[in-house]
């Protein structure tokens, strides 16, 4: 009876080294993945947070932009929040940025969110009264008072 010779056992074992490397790198990438994605959602959740405070705190929302630290699933975050006006008079864009980490944090941010705050453009509604193919609100009532129909009240859903 023959057994393996010391050289096939180590070309073996040499080929097990190899496929458990390979298997290792591909094990700690996607853990390495999944923490990743873990902390830009945790940072999007934050910045929504965000946007959420700062419309309800409407009246503190005065300067161009303030920062803040919290703690948050046992981390600490750091958020920055900006204003900038738009060319409608009454709103505000509020841009927030989340970083994790300390306030000098030099990374790029991991979340960012957009909104807008200020009053109502148009009454609740009326967006019903306005052909968006064109932008006109005259149309479709002129449309409809010439098929015979009258015009919907501003508000209401056909």
């Not at 096939?8 to 074992?13: D, G, I, P, S, T």
């Not at 999007?44 to 300067?63: C, F, H, K, S, Y």
């Not at 958020?79 to 927030?96: C, F, H, I, K, L």
């Amino acid at each position: 009876m023959r057994g393996f010779t010391l050289v096939e056992v180590l070309v073996a074992l040499l080929i097990v080294a190899l496929g458990l490397a390979a298997l290792m790198t591909t094990i700690g990438s996607a853990a390495n993945t999944s923490a990743i994605l873990r902390d830009k959602t945790i940072a999007d959740w934050i910045a929504m947070n965000r946007l959420v405070e700062v419309r309800l705190n409407l009246p503190q929302t005065g300067g161009h932009g303030n920062q803040g630290t919290l703690r948050y699933a046992n981390r600490e975050w750091h958020y920055d929040t900006r204003y900038a006006n738009t060319t409608v008079p009454s709103m505000r864009r509020v841009t927030v940025r989340v970083w994790a980490g300390k306030r000098d944090t030099q990374a790029p941010p991991l979340a960012e969110a957009i909104g807008f705050i200020g009053n109502d453009v148009a009454p609740p509604g009326s967006s019903n009264a306005v052909d968006w193919t064109t932008g006109s609100a005259s149309q479709p009532a002129a449309a409809a008072s010439s098929a015979g129909t009258a015009p919907a009240a501003p508000g209401a859903v056909p």
